[in-house]
């Protein structure tokens, strides 16, 4: 999605959203997986169940978090 911020943190996707409902298909075009469609937590979270990778709500603390101790991935 426009404007997200990709982080690798302890070795795993971490996205920065500006969005509470995100899709996601493993990012590796023909090689990713079927699309998932999630909805933040209230904490502002949620992971992939087939991948793994996180999504965390911009302005929780959580992002405060990933991008004091995430290293920047491009996208």
């Not at 996180?54 to 990933?66: D, K, S």
Request: net charge negative; hydrophobic share 35%; with cysteine.
């Amino acid at each position: 999605m426009m404007n997200d911020e990709f982080f690798l943190e302890d070795g795993k996707e971490v996205v920065v959203t500006s969005h509470m409902n995100v899709r996601c298909d493993g990012g590796n075009g023909p090689l990713g997986h079927p699309a998932e469609f999630l909805t933040l937590s209230s904490k502002g979270q949620a992971v992939c169940g087939y991948c793994g990778r996180r999504y965390v709500l911009e302005g929780t603390p959580a992002a405060t978090a990933v991008r004091a101790t995430g290293q920047t991935k491009a996208a």
